[in-house]
RNA sequence: GGCGCGGUACCCAAGUGGUAAGGGAGAGGUCUGCAAAACCUUUAUGCGGGAGUUCGAUUCUCCCCCGCGCCUCCA
């Protein structure tokens, strides 16, 4: 089967195959970094990540862009407002950004571009589209024409007629300098106090879309393969981006584009001028673990809302641990050698089930069924002690198969938030405020091991009192013991 | 008003013109020194409502109800 995938431009599933061989370029919407990301952003983002890790499973190369936003209205008012320059603000953010990234197991994308280093892209840019009559001035700035590209709309699929100018009871404040409402800015006239740069457009800084056109052709060339953000990016964003960039060069501009659905609290959009939005951090701080947050991210497929809860947040907490014990236990047991023919065939059924849900759209809920069927039976096989020595490497395969696009099997949650300085420190009773996992400050891997020696040594002894003493110890500073015929296992809450 | 997404069990959530995946939670049981983990059994004659097409619809058509998003800040 091949991979097939919504593209918004068409309005329908499509076979995917990149333009040029093997190597497929996408370019990804990311984040203007004025304050933290929330996890409604990251759901955006850890589609990419499925995304490109998926094509990487499939066998191509990837090479992905993803642009910073350090220039806008709101990058600029908070720096002032913070009374640091810009390129300082900014630069806290996208730290932040990048820590975030790291937590969530997202992979470095090739090219993490910021918009302000390529002012002069832009700038020549818009001097083409001027050149080529797409562009206009007035009082200072620069305006795309949108009346001279006939095939305004054909993404967001706008009409004139049904559009209800002012419909979202958004003002655009420069309406008035606009030869025509739809017209948008490729270049804004400097204002007083404001950041701006010096070029032959006049003193100024970029619209919010021109960068976003500069650097995916600066990097990718165009046509591309695969352009992608949120939904709520598809207009304006998506649909002047193609604008600009059909009338600049006057060949297609990204061929499938692909929109992730919104994340929902209490019913509405996570967003921040609604004020209903968690970060990454806020989670952390609540007991949850970053990959917790990524399960939960990447187990509804993107064109489907995500309903985010607490509740939903901790159950996929516990649905990885069923995850990770099946590993655990698959890795540790001992099993007779030999085959079982009747689990043979097993797990070469479920990576092509694992497979034929992603190449559907990247149905990640399927996704998980299939592995999750796997385990169960696994499970199953081994408490019958049907399981043998023969099927378990391709069974740990699948496992593997499927983490290389999940990313969440590894436990580094303590690692790193140790390592990021974001570790909560243990509380009294040892649980975090909604019951998730609390993130404690370490004992090391040797001093869990020493206590579990001490304790294994009790049990020998069948001083369970002190054994259990122990196993309480060590629950209270966050990790789990559990008795198998092949030792003890323990693991981080 | 235009365009789009959704309404499936207690919660999250797949899916198909042929009689409802998976996960979490709950209940009972097995195993265990006790736990934990795991396994077994169990929880929707039902898929927002109505009509239609069909041998058969949750799945197709039409109408309606409800929630959400975008319609120039938004992932």
Request: aromatic share 10%; with cysteine; hydrophobic share 40%.
């Amino acid at each position: 089967m091949a991979l097939r995938l919504y593209n918004t431009l068409s309005g329908q599933v499509e076979e995917f195959a990149p333009l040029e061989g093997n190597r497929v370029r996408i370019y990804t919407c990311g984040p203007t970094v004025y304050d933290y990301g929330h996890i409604g952003n990251y759901r955006t983002f850890v589609f990419q990540d499925v995304l490109r890790r998926y094509l990487r499973y499939r066998g191509y190369e990837v090479v992905q862009v993803m642009n910073v936003t350090d220039v806008d209205d709101k990058t600029i008012r908070n720096a002032k407002a913070a009374g640091m320059p810009l390129r300082a603000y900014t630069d806290q953010f996208i730290q932040a950004f990048k820590i975030d990234r790291e937590l969530l197991n997202l992979e470095p994308v090739e090219h993490f571009v910021r918009a302000t280093d390529h002012i002069d892209d832009m700038v020549q840019m818009i001097q083409t589209l001027e050149a080529k009559g797409f562009a206009y001035r007035s009082e200072g700035s620069v305006y795309f024409r949108v009346r001279a590209f006939p095939d305004y709309g054909k993404l967001s699929k706008i009409n004139l007629a049904g559009n209800r100018p002012g419909g979202s009871e958004r003002v655009d404040a420069d309406e008035y300098e606009k030869a025509d409402a739809r017209d948008f800015v490729l270049w804004k006239a400097a204002r007083e106090g404001e950041d701006f740069w010096e070029s032959p457009l006049g003193p100024g800084r970029p619209g919010w879309h021109i960068e976003c056109s500069a650097m995916s052709m600066k990097y990718l060339g165009v046509p591309f393969d695969v352009h992608s953000g949120g939904t709520d990016l598809i207009f304006p964003h998506h649909e002047n981006e193609i604008a600009q960039s059909e009338a600049a060069t006057g060949k297609p501009f990204a061929r499938f584009w692909l929109h992730a659905e919104h994340l929902i609290v209490n019913g509405q959009k996570m967003s921040k001028s609604l004020g209903n939005f968690y970060t990454l951090r806020d989670l952390i701080g609540r007991g949850y673990r970053p990959t917790a947050v990524r399960y939960l991210l990447a187990s509804v497929p993107h064109r489907k809302p995500l309903n985010f809860t607490f509740e939903g947040l901790l159950q996929a907490q516990r649905s990885l641990e069923r995850l990770r014990n099946f590993r655990s236990r698959l890795t540790m047991e001992i099993f007779p050698a030999g085959h079982n023919p009747v689990f043979e065939t097993r797990a070469s059924q479920a990576r092509q089930a694992l497979e034929d849900a992603l190449d559907d759209n990247l149905n990640t809920a399927e996704a998980l069924a299939a592995l999750f069927d796997l385990v169960h039976d696994g499970n199953a096989a081994m408490d019958r002690g049907e399981f043998r020595e023969g099927e378990r490497a391709e069974v740990l395969d699948v496992l593997e198969r499927w983490d290389r696009i999940f990313a969440m099997l590894d436990d580094a949650d303590h690692a790193k938030l140790l390592r990021f300085g974001l570790a909560a420190p243990a509380g009294p009773q040892g649980a975090g405020e909604d019951g998730g996992g609390v993130l404690v400050a370490a004992l090391s891997d040797e001093e869990i091991e020493q206590r579990i020696a001490a304790r294994n040594s009790a049990r020998a002894r069948r001083d369970f009192a002190r054994a259990d003493q122990i196993r309480e110890e060590l629950a209270r500073a966050g990790v789990i013991l559990e008795d198998t015929k092949a030792g003890t296992r323990w693991k981080r809450k």
